[in-house]
């Protein structure tokens, strides 16, 4: 039987109790997403700077409120993608959602995950891995991968506006 | 305290007290949500399984007889407790959303166009509030709100005005998030002067006061099986026999039906006009199993219970954890019933829950399926422990304990 300290590692309270780039940017030029999770009313905000030159993440800002382990996954990715390349940030992602055992390329049916295996080698995942706990409780996981899916979404609006 | 029940008795008839949960004994205080069932309730299923399982209504042959007597032995039992004029005033359903639909399919649609106004309240659970958003887009009906007071109960001054014109009144008699019992003779008095019928979700009510639906002098009465110690997949609807049969079948199928020709069928007697296909009725003698248990017990004593119950848990509450912790609902037990709900200022009603599941007490952590209220109450979740007949004083201080390791857990 996982106990408490498997999802809730020192890293996650920390980021809890001190989010990381709490606050907001100016839209435009920055992207903002949403995401709502309406079983829990978990809610993340994002908000990202992406310079155009280098398509990297210059900046990012969240809010929002929910459950401890939506809102520090939400400071940890901050954390994460800030400073990134927009396609480092998108392998994160994919890397983040593969620890908590989501597969999509395996959902299609064309794929065991083994090219998943070898596109994110040598992703390098950090305090993020402090999450993977989540994964030993089913009903948290859609908690931890919020805060993912709105980066994913400001990301996918961001491109679909400047095509 | 002086007990009114002897609650390690009635423990010690729930099997499923038997099992730990992480190594603890397990504390159940989410029967708001569903009940626990006493093994009389489990031992009439297996019973009815083995002795005499086949269809009801259908046969001719005696076990058939037999089980057609064993459901119409619980439609009876359930005529009884709610203290109905006549056994054809209960109509079986799958559970009370389904009863609470059978009212909008059924007499709504026949009743209501564009323009009449069905007035319900802020406290309702979504199966008293979607059914009837339904009707709006459907049908242009209006939907009208009777607002909630900052003591958490219905506000009440407009109340005529949001009566005028109304077809319907559809009110919870206990809210299954607040814990409110609302004065539903009070509503239905009203109701009935400004021209509406009343429409009863009673899904928290019957389970935990004695209801009589003469008293209420309700027109509609929606109740469910699993909230009260039966089994789940079986609830129903009381309505006045009048009004049954004045509505049109809602479900069609087997057993609603007189006769079914090529242009078209004459509808069965009520209630089975309204009893599409096969019933659960070996579900129906766990009910009526868990009626008889209720009955025994006494639904005076099981209220009187569960008043002294919640007064100890709202105290102990308030003398742990003071401001802390907000509890939604009023504080005096004579307006409500055992389902507490309550948040800690800077906790998640979710991170609560996950620490008390450690420990093997179980809450429900969520909306509870009352989105406009959350919306009123101005949180997304709550934390809500609900009492029932098995639950003691251990139960209430082992929630407690466990929520001061959540608030020591989580301390910002």
């Not at chain 2, 078209?264 to 006009?273: A, I, L, Q, R, T």
Request: hydrophobic fraction near 40%; charged fraction near 25%.
């Amino acid at each position: 039987m996982p106990g408490l300290e498997d999802l809730y590692r020192e890293i996650i309270l920390d980021h809890y109790r001190s989010p990381r780039n709490r606050g907001d940017l100016p839209v435009p030029p920055a992207t903002k997403a949403e995401g709502f999770n309406p079983l829990c009313g978990d809610e993340v905000v994002l908000y990202l700077d992406i310079d155009p030159d280098t398509e990297t993440v210059r900046d990012v800002k969240i809010d929002g409120q929910g459950c401890s382990i939506s809102q520090a996954s939400t400071s940890m990715m901050s954390a994460a993608v800030k400073g990134k390349p927009v396609d480092e940030a998108r392998k994160l992602i994919r890397a983040f959602k593969a620890l908590m055992s989501i597969h999509e390329s395996k959902l299609e049916g064309e794929s065991d995950g083994s090219d998943l295996t070898a596109e994110l080698e040598g992703v390098r995942l950090g305090d993020l891995e402090a999450l993977q706990g989540v994964v030993k409780f089913p009903v948290r996981i859609k908690c931890a991968t919020l805060a993912w899916n709105t980066l994913q979404q400001g990301l996918d609006e961001r491109e679909s506006v400047d095509a | 305290m002086t007990e009114v029940l002897d609650v390690s008795r009635v423990k010690a008839d729930f099997p499923i007290f038997e099992r730990k949960v992480n190594g603890k004994p397990l504390v159940y205080l989410d029967s708001a949500s569903s009940s626990q069932k006493p093994r009389s309730v489990l031992d009439a299923m297996e019973h009815h399984h083995r002795h005499h399982y086949a269809n009801v209504h259908r046969g001719i042959y005696t076990i058939a007889e037999e089980s057609t007597a064993a459901y119409e032995g619980a439609r009876a039992k359930v005529a009884k407790l709610l203290n109905a004029r006549a056994t054809s005033e209960i109509v079986f359903t799958k559970n009370i959303t389904e009863a609470m639909n059978l009212v909008a399919y059924s007499w709504a649609r026949k009743n209501l166009g564009p323009g009449d106004a069905v007035v319900i309240t802020e406290m309702e659970h979504h199966a008293n509030v979607v059914p009837w958003h339904i009707l709006v887009e459907e049908r242009g009906v209006e939907l009208r709100w009777i607002p909630i007071t900052d003591d958490f109960q219905l506000d009440l001054t407009d109340l005529d005005r949001l009566l005028d014109g109304a077809k319907l009144l559809s009110v919870t008699a206990m809210s299954n998030v607040l814990g409110t019992l609302n004065d539903i003779r009070l509503l239905s008095d009203a109701a009935h002067a400004a021209g509406a019928l009343v429409n009863v979700d009673a899904a928290q009510a019957v389970p935990h006061l004695p209801v009589d639906v003469q008293a209420w002098d309700a027109d509609f009465v929606g109740f469910t099986g699993h909230k009260m110690l039966g089994p789940t997949g079986l609830g129903g609807l009381w309505a006045r026999a009048e009004l049954l049969d004045a509505m049109p079948p809602f479900l069609g199928g087997g057993e609603m039906i007189t006769d079914v020709r090529f242009d078209g069928f004459e509808p069965n007697e009520v209630p089975w006009k309204f009893e599409a296909g096969t019933m659960p009725f070996v579900e129906a003698s766990g009910l009526a199993a868990a009626i008889d248990y209720l009955s025994a017990l006494g639904m005076d004593a099981v209220r009187a219970h569960e008043k002294q119950l919640t007064e100890y848990t709202l105290r102990a509450l308030e003398e742990r954890f003071e401001n802390r912790l907000h509890v939604h609902g009023p504080r005096d037990v004579d307006q409500r019933g055992g389902a507490i709900s309550f948040l800690f200022d800077r906790i998640h009603a979710h991170d609560v829950a996950q620490v008390l599941d450690e420990d093997g007490v179980c809450v429900r952590a969520s909306h509870h399926c009352a989105k406009p209220l959350m919306r009123v109450l101005g949180v997304p979740a709550t934390t809500r422990a609900s009492l029932y007949v098995y639950n003691d004083e251990s139960d209430a201080d082992a929630l407690v304990e466990s929520l001061a390791k959540a608030e020591k857990f989580f301390a910002i």
